[in-house]
């Protein structure tokens, strides 16, 4: 028999082969987005915050890098995670890095969490019409030296929040965080605060759980710890396949 | 959240159903057959199940690994497996592999390729070993080695890298198994352990797993709730009454 070549391209999203023959004129969309998977995570205590995220850089099925980490350290009190479309997470900070750069040299002082959180609003929403297909949350210390955490949606609507899980498993670590550290859904549980070893021995143990079950979250876990010492890094292997 | 693609909005979608985003292989070797496939079943980016079988019974010398849609591998691989189980006690023999690829050849392109299963069928039978694959809308191809699946070309690179004829059956196993598991790192939906079968004329291993998944992360805190965590509110008892008890008597197959 004759080998037919057939590529991975050639199978439609029902597992049925696209048809070859075409019956009219057919319109190819080019889109400007891409889905490049990844995690991200955000938790704020009494003096401290964490961002943490995966390292796999997915595209479809396939893989880019095991080693691209979501967190970009923006000074010694704020750290962002950016999951999404890589292109525009690589742009967005970018422009971030540039306005702090800005902001010092007219300021001579650097920018707080609070102050970062509120510039990328506008960043975000001056770009309302064409978005940063980017789901951002700023970990680090407010003023007073408290943990502070501002989660975003991709046109800038943001909000402080304690704990925040944003990219491809936030839906499945999310309800997890509002059980462990908001006390959802329980009685008759003692509400302990939650201190730095608690937080970063749960953020541990929901990655390994999202990489059980989400397909693009994987390889590797980097956890960045923010203190008034300044900002600790933590890696941890996760699954590979 | 913001609409990207705008023209989405509003349109209901049919549920989409389950694949199994799978890698599967098969290998001829000196003395009969050697199947693998990985064990991860996906729906959309969720993993479904992580210890999937995917290599189903046909006849006790044929084996079928199944990729594509879950439900329509099961299904089909079921009722060729029941049609040839019949053949067999009508005939008095065991099915020959080149049957069971005639019999899913009609059937997927009677379906006009809408049952979504791609599958490798592998088996020993009196005319020697022998692997075949059948696409969804009923085409087939005779090969000594083949891959199929989400993540068939990283499991083809491998095939065709080390595949010789006549090899013994380590050899096999371990690039059936090799081939598997590069399916396994490079694609997304492949994943967890791998599940091995070999065919010979004298009988069948299937070895489930043959390679265990190394990633067993533990847990660092324990996940538990004590009772009364979930507080009972309000407790309402019916008593079931007894209002009416007959006896009926049946024949049985048993009794005469």
């Keep these: 028999g004759s080998l037919m070549m057939i590529s991975a391209r050639a199978f439609g999203d029902n597992a049925q082969m696209k048809e070859h023959h075409y019956t009219g004129p057919v319109e190819h969309k080019f889109s400007p987005y891409a889905f490049n998977g990844g995690t991200v995570l955000a938790v704020a205590g009494e003096d401290f915050a964490l961002v943490a995220s995966d390292t796999r850089l997915s595209e479809g099925y396939g893989i880019h890098s095991r080693d691209s980490p979501k967190c970009y350290k923006l000074t010694d009190t704020t750290v962002i995670g950016c999951s999404g479309f890589h292109g525009d997470c690589l742009t967005l900070t970018k422009i971030i890095e540039a306005r702090l750069k800005m902001y010092k040299h007219s300021n001579n002082k650097n920018m707080t969490s609070g102050a970062i959180a509120a510039m990328l609003s506008t960043i975000l929403y001056g770009k309302r019409f064409f978005p940063y297909y980017v789901y951002n949350i700023i970990g680090g210390l407010d003023e007073e030296g408290r943990g502070a955490v501002y989660s975003f949606d991709p046109v800038g609507s943001y909000q402080r929040d304690t704990y925040k899980a944003g990219g491809s498993a936030s839906a499945m670590l999310q309800p997890l965080l509002d059980n462990q550290i908001g006390f959802k859904n329980m009685e008759n549980v003692e509400q302990v605060p939650l201190t730095l070893e608690k937080a970063v021995q749960l953020v541990k143990d929901v990655f390994i759980s999202a990489a059980e079950r989400d397909v693009y979250t994987g390889d590797a876990l980097k956890i960045c710890i923010i203190t008034k010492e300044g900002v600790r890094e933590e890696i941890m292997p996760l699954r590979k396949d | ?256």
Excluded at chain 2, 50 to 72: E, L, V
Excluded at chain 2, 202 to 212: A, K, L, M, S, T
Excluded at chain 2, 221 to 226: D, L, P, R, S, V
Excluded at chain 2, 241 to 255: D, I, P
């Design chain 2, 1 to 256: 959240t913001v609409p990207v693609n705008g023209s989405e909005e509003g349109k209901i979608k049919a549920p989409k159903p389950m694949k199994t985003g799978t890698t599967i292989a098969g290998v001829v070797y000196k003395d009969g057959v050697v199947l693998g496939a990985d064990t991860r079943a996906t729906s959309e980016e969720v993993v479904a199940d992580k210890m999937c079988a995917k290599i189903h019974y046909i006849a006790p010398n044929i084996y079928c690994c199944g990729a594509g849609t879950a439900a329509d591998t099961e299904k089909t691989t079921d009722m060729l497996s029941s049609n040839l189980t019949i053949f067999s006690m009508n005939s008095g023999r065991n099915p020959r592999v080149v049957m069971a690829v005639n019999i899913l050849q009609d059937m997927l392109f009677r379906y006009r390729g809408m049952i979504g299963a791609h599958l490798i069928l592998g088996g020993v039978d009196c005319t020697g070993s022998h692997l075949y694959t059948v696409g969804p809308y009923g085409s087939m191809d005779k090969v000594p080695y083949l891959a199929m699946g989400s993540g068939k070309l990283p499991a083809m690179g491998i095939l065709e890298d080390r595949f010789k004829g006549n090899m013994d059956l380590e050899e096999a196993k371990a690039l059936v198994s090799d081939a598997i598991h590069a399916g396994i790192m490079s694609d997304l939906a492949s994943g967890n352990n791998i599940d091995l079968c070999v065919i010979t004329k004298e009988g069948v291993d299937y070895i489930r797993p043959h390679r265990e998944s190394i990633y067993n992360y533990k847990r660092q805190a324990k996940y538990k709730y004590k009772p009364g965590t979930t507080p009972v509110l309000n407790k309402t008892v019916n008593q079931l009454e007894l209002v009416h008890e007959t006896v009926q008597m049946m024949e049985t197959a048993g009794s005469s």
